[in-house]
């Protein structure tokens, strides 16, 4: 079964920590991960790919086939980091179908 | 470019009613998608389009339907709303060359 799974529902963080937004995925291919954003009032919006293996408002995310991770990582939250984060997952075929996870509220406290 | 837009913003309907969501899309794009998104359930995919006149179902098509005449539009309808369907609707669109979708405002809809 193709299945995106975000365990943590609220992730609340001070100022400066750093953040990990977890992400694990079921999936028997080679899917294309994603990491999507909402801020309050705001569209959702992609954030990273992890085909570009690129850095976007100081995030990261590493794919790890072996545990089927695909966690978002910044090493200092800021407070307009704060936003709904939704892990995504493309299946192999020419559709861009798009499965989510459950998604993750992150705060970040003053 | 306005990117995607949803009309209505917001809905309230009794059940039993029907009703159409309009997506509508400036940016040429071949693919477009009709989501759900409730509390803890994350963006759940109703249905969604490969291109004009074609459409599939996705993961939860049930009670609704839809309709791609036109390239740049997506109608998704309700033809007999439940409870069950309150919820926030997204549309989004996306193309086969970059595989990234783009989302519209959504619309909040109510069903009593």
């Known amino acids: 079964a193709q299945r995106v799974t975000q365990p943590e529902k609220l992730l609340s963080v001070f100022k400066g920590a750093p953040v990990e937004l977890k992400c694990n995925y079921s999936?028997?291919?080679?899917?294309?991960l994603f990491w999507y954003v909402q801020y309050s009032r705001q569209r959702l919006q992609l954030l990273l790919r992890?085909?570009s293996r690129e850095s976007i408002k100081g995030f990261t995310a590493d794919l790890n086939k072996g545990e089927t991770s695909f966690h978002l990582k910044k090493p200092f939250a800021q407070e307009e980091d704060s936003a709904m984060y939704y892990c995504?997952?493309?299946?192999?075929?020419?559709?861009?179908?798009?499965?989510f996870g459950q998604g993750t509220t992150l705060q970040v406290k003053p | 470019n306005a990117g995607v837009t949803q009309t209505p913003k917001f809905r309230v309907l009794k059940t039993g009613q029907s009703m159409t969501l309009l997506c509508a899309q400036d940016?040429?794009?071949?693919?477009m998608y009709w989501y759900r998104q409730d509390p803890g359930m994350g963006l759940r995919l109703i249905h969604y389009s490969v291109g004009e006149g074609t459409t599939a179902k996705g993961e939860v098509p049930d009670g609704y339907n839809v309709s791609r005449l036109k390239k740049q539009n997506f109608l998704l309808g309700l033809e007999s709303a439940a409870p069950s369907q309150t919820s926030v609707y997204f549309c989004?669109?996306?193309?086969?060359?970059?595989?990234?979708?783009?989302f519209g405002p959504g619309t909040r809809l109510t069903v009593l």
């Open positions: 940016m040429n794009h071949e693919y």
């Open positions: 992890h085909i």
């Open positions: 999936y028997s291919g080679s899917p294309e």
């Open positions: 995504a997952l493309s299946p192999s075929g020419n559709t861009g179908k798009l499965i």
């Open positions: 989004a669109s996306g193309t086969a060359a970059y595989n990234e979708q783009f």
